[in-house]
């Protein structure tokens, strides 16, 4: 495949040219090499999975996306361009997303507010248009509520909006942090392990989200899952790391075939 | 089933975001505010407004700054004595290098000049957190109150070292100085705290208040949803600052005309304000209010009740107001940390749901 290639899946999507591109990415630390010279690519418009068993920095490589991580080598290219090393709150308004391993949520909070707070990259009145609540910042208040209204109605929270997060169920949670990081209307969506310690039917719901989002959004999601099965069922394709190494990548047909992946991952931590 | 929303439908954003989404609440705070204004200056006497109105409204103000920078944005102060300072001191040298400043523009300044001073206190907070951050207030604390005795600038070198304020008029009628009446000194706090109440409200309800209580709750999420940290805990040090600089330039100005910097603005200034959050509620612009009302008015409670009509010694009901306070303040940090107003919550929620238990 080339950069600029279009390609159409069988589920008749489109998949566009590179969206986001590591390249020889090693990061290390103090003595640990958390991750060896990986290099790969997130396609505009695809489902890209991240597999591998515990411990294969999976989530070190998310936190290096979004600017939690620097990593000693290596490049991050983002649409083309070399990205400069850059904040958290810098990348998230390049339009990059995600969840957390470990839900983040502010406990503090209702769902609603919450989710109101994934809107604030799009939010540009001032400490001042806000204290006098003038036009532009209650206008702006509306408005960013009413996208964040389709959000919920999309990932049917509308009966919890008001509740504070601290009480929610785990699976809830997880649902409102997705919320929380749609409601930013991301161009990149990363998702770290989304369906962890869920129950069969939560993970079904998941995936469907995870679908409908791509399918309804046209987003772009990178996601990282344990669960071999899931994965393969919903994303287009497939990294492989073990050990910090990438030792697969392809189309889950072709992952499920490599030996090295059947020897490293399949073999050992299939849970 | 009277105190309830059924049949008070929202239709739209705007109203759903109301401050007050009760009907009945609307009515109550337009109620409230029609006395304040309108009964109130007319039956105050002096002992009421100093004892009791007067400082309740100011350190209302000032627990709405702290509140925004503690309850909202997670920052713990132990500086408001010091920054009150900072807005008393500022709103005197304004007040005596411009005889023709009005009082309430004076005021506004000595705010601003303390959101400034705030600001340049607050840039250790994207370092140090928690208790560290606290020392640091502390540090400030000391250091504000060191330099206002230390510095003669500050006090236009008077031989007392205390600062008085000068004479001024609003509208004819006087509202500073020692001829100062009482109805004016409640007007003048009351139109302040109405003010900033209604700013705070604006601000903590909106896109800024988000991302400090982002902030407070977890600011590694709060960055990745891309809040600055240093811009978000600066503006509130700034806005917090403002408030309570205001808090300490109406302290001085308005409500004891004269002040000597250590007694007035001490670290027991500090204390005082962050146990009427803790108390009233941290994070609720209410409770800010309802401690403020609670740490004001226990003392004036217990020297009338015990005192005057049941005849204790002053100093029994003084250590019975410093064992209700320290008891409250435990209670409410381990079982309550959302304080009156959760309390006032709780009330409320039966309320709608009464007669009926569930
Ligand atoms: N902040 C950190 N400090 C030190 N070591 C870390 C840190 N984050 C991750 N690691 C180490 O990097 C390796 C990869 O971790 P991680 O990326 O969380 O793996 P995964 O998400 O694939 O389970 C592990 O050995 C982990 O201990
Ligand atoms: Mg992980």
Redesign the interface.
């Known amino acids: 495949m080339n950069d600029t290639a279009v390609t159409t899946t069988p589920d008749g999507r489109t998949i566009g040219g590179v969206l986001m591109e590591m390249k020889h990415i090693t990061l290390r630390f103090g003595g640990v090499e958390a991750i060896k010279d990986i290099s790969f690519d997130i396609r505009e418009g695809e489902i890209r999975a991240i597999i591998g068993p515990n411990g294969a920095g999976k989530s070190s490589m998310l936190n290096i996306i979004?600017g939690?991580y620097v990593p000693q080598e290596g490049e991050v290219w983002f649409r083309g361009v070399k990205r400069p090393p850059m904040?958290?709150?810098q990348?998230?308004?390049l339009g990059i997303?995600?969840t957390?391993q470990n839900i983040?949520?502010?406990?503090?909070?209702s769902v609603l507010?919450n989710v109101?707070?994934?809107r604030?990259?799009h939010?540009s009145?001032g400490?001042f248009g806000?204290?006098?609540?003038w036009g532009h910042?209650?206008a702006?208040?509306?408005e960013n509520?009413?996208k964040v209204?389709r959000i919920i109605d999309f990932l049917e929270i509308q009966n919890i909006r008001k509740t504070p997060v601290a009480r929610l169920p785990y699976g809830l949670k997880k649902r409102v942090e997705l919320a929380?990081a749609l409601a930013?209307e991301p161009s990149l969506l990363l998702l770290d392990e989304p369906m962890a310690g869920m129950n069969v039917e939560e993970k079904e719901d998941m995936s469907r989200f995870i679908l409908d989002v791509n399918d309804e959004f046209g987003t772009t999601i990178a996601l990282i899952e344990h669960d071999m099965g899931v994965v393969m069922d919903i994303s287009d394709r497939v990294v492989v790391m073990d050990y910090g190494k990438k030792i697969g990548d392809g189309t889950p047909d072709e992952v499920r075939a490599n030996q090295d992946v059947i020897d490293a991952y399949l073999g050992v931590a299939h849970d | 089933m009277l105190y309830r929303e059924a049949g008070d439908f929202k239709t739209?954003?705007?109203e759903?975001?109301q401050t007050f989404p009760l009907k009945l609440d609307r009515i109550g705070y337009w109620a409230l505010l029609v006395v304040a204004f309108g009964v109130v200056p007319f039956i105050v006497n002096d002992y009421w407004a100093n004892a009791a109105l007067v400082p309740f409204l100011i350190y209302a103000i000032a627990a709405l700054g702290l509140n925004i920078l503690t309850g909202y944005c997670g920052q713990v102060s132990l500086g408001t004595g010091g920054f009150m300072a900072v807005g008393a001191y500022a709103s005197y040298k304004l007040l005596t290098a411009m005889p023709w400043l009005p009082l309430p523009i004076a005021v506004i300044l000595a705010g601003l000049v303390t959101a400034a001073v705030g600001v340049l206190f607050g840039l250790p907070s994207l370092r140090i957190k928690g208790f560290y951050l606290a020392v640091a207030t502390l540090a400030a604390q000391f250091f504000l109150v060191w330099l206002f005795n230390k510095m003669p600038w500050f006090y236009n070198y008077s031989a007392s070292g205390q600062i008085t304020v000068p004479e001024r008029s609003v509208f004819g009628i006087i509202v500073s100085g020692p001829l100062t009446s009482a109805p004016a000194k409640y007007l003048t706090c009351l139109s302040f705290l109405l003010v900033l109440g209604w700013?705070a409200r604006?601000?903590t309800r909106?896109?800024?208040g988000?991302?400090w209580?982002?902030i407070?709750?977890?600011d590694?999420?709060?960055?990745?949803?891309?809040?600055?940290?240093l811009a978000a805990k600066l503006?509130a040090f700034a806005?917090s600052s403002f408030f309570v600089g205001v808090a300490g330039a109406l302290f001085f100005s308005v409500y004891l005309g004269a002040v000597e910097v250590g007694e007035a603005f001490g670290i027991n200034k500090s204390f005082l304000v962050l146990f009427m959050i803790i108390i009233g509620g941290l994070?609720s612009i209410f409770g800010s209010l309802a401690g403020a009302a609670f740490m004001v008015l226990l003392p004036v409670f217990l020297k009338n009740v015990l005192v005057l009509h049941l005849g204790w010694p002053t100093d029994v009901a003084t250590h019975l107001e410093v064992m209700i306070v320290g008891a409250m303040i435990i209670m409410f940090l381990i079982l309550e940390p959302h304080g009156i107003a959760a309390l006032w919550r709780v009330t409320k929620e039966k309320l709608r749901l009464w007669p009926f238990p569930h």
């Open positions: 979004s939690f904040k958290p709150f990348v998230a308004k997303a995600r957390f983040a949520l502010f406990d503090g909070m507010d109101m707070t994934g604030l990259t939010m009145s400490l806000q204290a006098l609540w910042a209650q702006e208040e509306v509520r009413a209204e929380r930013a | 739209t954003y705007v759903d975001g700013l604006n601000l909106g896109a800024s988000r991302k209580m982002a407070r709750d977890m590694i999420a709060a960055e990745i949803i891309g809040v600055n940290p503006t806005v994070g």
